[in-house]
């Protein structure tokens, strides 16, 4: 049978609705046997990419906490060191006072 003689006997939107039916049929095979598979490993290396992520997220955070550990500590070191060069100051400049204070009471 020739097309116009379908659209002839059937009318043309009951010819038409047929041919979309088959469309719809070829698009939804299509796209369960060439795009679902396709998605699917996607959505796997999706995945993968994601937890990846995590735990470089997860690696960034500790390294941080090592260093602000780290920075504190040399913070604290530093500060033990000033205060202990502020002693050694001090008390080579008490010895010196008494020293000059001698030196002097002793010639006056």
């Known amino acids: 049978m020739d097309i116009v003689e379908i659209v ?25 046997k060439e795009v679902k598979p396709v998605i699917s490993d996607a959505n796997t290396v999706l995945i ?22 780290v920075l504190h500590l040399r913070g604290k070191s530093i500060e033990h060191e000033r205060v202990e060069a502020e002693k050694e100051i001090n008390k080579i400049d008490k010895t010196t006072t008494s020293d000059e204070q001698e030196a002097s009471g002793g010639t006056g």
């Not at 993968?48 to 550990?69: G, H, P, S």
Request: glycine letters at 6%.
């Open 8 to 32: 002839n006997k059937f009318g043309f939107p009951i010819v038409m609705a047929v041919g979309m039916g088959f469309i719809i049929r070829y698009v939804w095979e299509w796209a369960t």
């Open 48 to 69: 993968a990419l994601i937890d990846r992520i995590r735990m470089l997220d997860n690696d960034l955070i500790r390294l941080n906490q090592k260093v602000n550990t």
